[in-house]
């Protein structure tokens, strides 16, 4: 059986660029031990990249982009989900 496993990372960008900055995160760590806690939201004040290109260049494949939101006339500045979600996924030995 293998050791590897899979770690998926949710970067949420100001812009859909690929290289735009995160301005919110996620990890979610198959390759910790069961007994390890898993990173929580507010857990760090930065982001572990900086982007999605840098997240990249680090070894992470781009698993989803996500869609251009379509904003409907006269709501443009209404508040809602961030909408440039990106979704990664790497495979990492078991700790």
């Known amino acids: 059986m293998s050791n ?3 770690q998926i990372l949710i970067l949420h960008l100001a812009q859909p660029q690929l290289d735009a900055p995160t ?4 990890l979610y760590d198959g390759a910790r031990a069961e007994n ?3 990173m929580q939201a507010g857990d760090e004040e930065k982001p572990p990249y900086n982007s999605v290109l840098a ?4 070894g992470w494949f781009v ?3 996500p ?3 379509y904003f409907h006339y006269g709501k ?3 508040t809602g989900h961030l909408p440039y979600e990106y979704v990664l996924e790497r495979k990492a030995e078991t700790l």
């Open 4 to 6: 590897l496993r899979q």
């Open 23 to 26: 301005i919110a995160w996620a």
């Open 36 to 38: 390890e806690r898993q």
């Open 55 to 58: 997240a990249m260049r680090d």
């Open 63 to 65: 698993m989803q982009l």
């Open 67 to 69: 869609p251009l939101p």
């Open 76 to 78: 443009e500045h209404e």
